[in-house]
């Protein structure tokens, strides 16, 4: 173990799936763009929606929605706001 908790590790195939998760969490976030009628799967709750419109959603390291948006930009300034670094996932 580190001394912020995370576990030490020399190579990611020594990570379990559930510790590679989490990893970042809270430090580390990422943009996806998705449907509105994927909006209710990742943001359960959220009101009914016009389908079909292209929305953008800043999710954690771990994959938990964190805000969803409209523009790109605006998710982006979300993210900078709470202080996560913005990575590339592919």
């Known amino acids: 173990m580190t001394r912020d908790g ?12 559930e510790v590679f998760a989490q990893l970042g969490t809270g430090h580390v ?7 509105s009628d994927d909006l209710r799967r990742l943001f359960p709750g959220t009101p009914e929606m016009a389908r079909g419109l292209r929305l953008w959603a800043l999710l954690g390291a771990d ?27 592919h």
């Open 63 to 89: 994959g938990t929605p964190i805000v969803v948006s409209d523009s790109r930009e605006a998710a982006i300034a979300n993210a900078l706001e709470t202080e996560l670094v913005m990575v590339s996932v």
């Open 6 to 17: 995370h576990p030490r590790a020399t190579h990611p195939r020594a990570l379990s799936p």
């Open 29 to 35: 976030g990422y943009l996806r763009q998705i449907s």
